[in-house]
Each structure stands twice: as C-alpha cells, then as structure tokens.
C-alpha cells in the first residue's frame, strides 16, 4: 500500500505574516483531526497522508522553524543541479537540506515553460537531489494542444525517458512524480477522474515494465485545479496516490480538507487490496 502524500506548492506566494497564519490554520487542523480520532497524520501513522509544503525558497528557514513540532514536511520548490559556486540566485541540495527539506520540486511545468528549463536539464537537477538524499517531486504533463493532438503518453514518456538516461529505474523507488496536465494547472480546469487515472495508470505501467517493484512503490500525485470539491474522486483512483496543490494549498481549510480526502480514500483503497 502507498502512502498518500499531499504537497502545497505555495509558489510565489506569501509573506511573513500569512506564512504564520497559513501554518497556524494548518496545525490546528491537523491537532482537530487527531483529538476526534478521525484522521491520523505524519510518517510514523502508518498510512495515513504526509503533509508537505514547498514555499519561496527564501522563507523556508522561517517555515522550518515553524513545523519543527509538527507532522507537516519541508520541501522546496526548485534547486540548483550544481553543488555550490558562482550561480548566482541559484540554492543547492545542501542548502535544502541545512533547513530540513526532505523534498524538492523539480521540472514544475511553470519552470520549463517560462524559464526554459529542458527535459535534460532537469533530468540532471533529478540526479543531483536523488544523490543528496533528497526526494525529487519530478513534475510532468502535457500541453493542451498536445492532449488534443493525442500525444499525452508521448510526452510524459520523453519527460521521464530523459530521466532514465541519467539514472537507474530504481532511483524511481525514492521519488515521487506529479503528473500536472499543463491546461489545468491554475485554470480551474481540471483532468477528470478517467482521464487522470489513465495517465498516471501509464505511467506506472511504464515504469512497472522496467522493474515490476519499482512501478508498485512510486508514489504519483495529480496536479492541476485540485481542490476540496473534486479532491476526494481523484484521490479515490487506484494510481493517484495523492496531490500537488496551487491556489487551493493557500487557504487551510481548503488544504485540509484535501489532505482527509486522502486520508479517506486509504481505507478505501486497502480495502481493495
Ligand atoms: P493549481 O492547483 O493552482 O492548479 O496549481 C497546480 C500546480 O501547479 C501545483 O504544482
């Protein structure tokens, strides 16, 4: 059984002050849920969701200090594919991990369309993480012309082909990948239910087909217009193992209630198994 891992991707979004306000919501929610005996959070909970989130880099020192006590991981949402030197703005995997990240998105579609970042490149920042120790969010997904041009599996195939180049299929073991279908990320949206499973079905069996353990443990997540409504039918797909949240990572009660859908569907799945 996967566990469901549930991430905020905060972009760039946030201050000082709603940082404070966001977590705060957020732990509550997560005390609540334990006191009623209804939810269960955290790695050491069995089954249960991981809760992550990935701010700006530059508040992830002030976001570490503030979950030090809680269930909730640090993750970051990008890095540098070099280990330190003359990169200006750039952060490296040490750096993470100085403040306690265990994740780093990478390849986040908003990277490689508006800076440019190619498969290769990318597929080199996914090496580097996975060598610190650090567990790559590896983001891929196709563009609305390319959906229609019927050329989805093509595509996530090349994205994670280019991967495959610089590193073992085991490295898959450790990593999570999101799918992000490009037109609904930030457009409220979203892949149905059929056609998120049928992608991310694919991309399992993909991986499956190299090395069966592999396919079986990776965790999956879907991106793009999830929120508290349509959480819970897409989590409840057997290979979506769990969610890479935008706009709706930035409002609790919304994330939250994301994170029980997750929690919700486990009992589901296991049921299943
Ligand atoms: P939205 O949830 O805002 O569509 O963003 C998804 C995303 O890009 C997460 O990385």
């Not at 992550?52 to 970051?76: R, W």
């Not at 396919?215 to 793009?224: C, R, S, T």
């Not at 029980?260 to 009992?267: E, G, H, I, Q, S």
Request: contains cysteine.
């Amino acid at each position: 059984m996967r566990q469901p891992l549930v991430a905020g991707n905060w972009k760039m979004n946030g201050s000082i002050e709603n940082i404070k306000e966001l977590l705060d919501g957020i732990k509550q929610g997560i005390k609540q849920g334990i006191k009623q005996g209804i939810i269960e959070y955290g790695l050491d909970k069995g089954n249960s969701v991981e809760i992550v989130v990935c701010p700006p880099s530059i508040y992830l020192a002030e976001v570490h200090s503030q979950i030090k006590d809680s269930a909730i991981s640090l993750g970051a949402q990008n890095v540098s594919d070099q280990a330190s030197g003359a990169f200006t703005g750039e952060n490296s995997v040490s750096m993470l991990k100085d403040y306690g990240c265990k994740y780093s998105i990478i390849g986040h579609s908003e990277r490689r369309t508006l800076y440019a970042e190619t498969d290769q490149f990318i597929a080199k920042k996914f090496a580097v993480v996975c060598e610190a120790q650090l567990i790559p969010i590896f983001c891929i997904g196709e563009l609305l012309e390319e959906r229609e041009a019927g050329k989805t599996e093509d595509i996530v195939s090349r994205q994670i082909d280019a991967v495959l180049d610089v590193v073992d299929i085991s490295a898959f073991k450790n990593s999570v990948i999101a799918y992000e279908p490009v037109w609904a990320i930030g457009t409220g949206k979203t892949a149905t239910p059929d056609q998120a499973q049928e992608v991310h079905a694919f991309i399992r069996k993909k991986l499956s087909d190299l090395d069966a353990d592999t396919g079986a443990q990776v965790q999956i997540l879907y991106g793009g217009s999830m929120n508290a409504s349509n959480a819970e039918e897409l989590l409840g797909m057997p290979d979506i193992d769990g969610g890479l949240i935008g706009g709706a990572s930035l409002k609790p009660t919304d994330f939250l209630a994301i994170c029980n859908a997750a929690n919700a569907t486990v009992n589901e799945k296991e049921s299943l198994v």
